[in-house]
């Protein structure tokens, strides 16, 4: 399974971004995607996770302005970002599981700075 994660840059404020996790190889045993986020200097976070059967979570400290959603025919995760603040400023990675195996993507910056 190989994980190609896009959309991040630089907005200010108050602004949108939309990341993209595309997913492609073996994917039929996969039964959920996530997305993590690090800042500089701190330690790996969970943002959202959304299972095969639709099923979602969002982290209590983006809940009401980010929101996750996937387009199975495009086996592609989304993460939309709204009002993002200077502290949403960190590398997103997305991952994917099946049983017994974990699969990471190579991560995409995020910088919300005015």
């Known amino acids: 399974v190989q994980l190609q994660a896009s959309g991040g840059g630089l907005v200010q404020p108050g602004g949108s971004l939309r990341l993209s996790c595309a997913a492609s190889?073996?994917?039929?045993?996969?039964?959920?995607m996530e997305w993590y986020r690090q800042a500089p200097g701190k330690e790996r976070e969970f943002v959202a996770f959304i299972t095969n059967l639709g099923s979602t979570n969002i982290a209590e400290s983006v809940k009401g302005r980010f929101a996750i959603s996937r387009d199975a025919a495009k086996n592609t995760m989304y993460l939309q970002m709204n009002s993002l603040k200077p502290d949403d400023t960190a590398v997103y990675y997305c991952e994917a599981r099946e049983r017994g195996n974990i699969y990471w993507g190579q991560g995409t910056l995020v910088t919300v700075s005015s």
């Open positions: 190889g073996s994917i039929f045993s996969l039964y959920m």
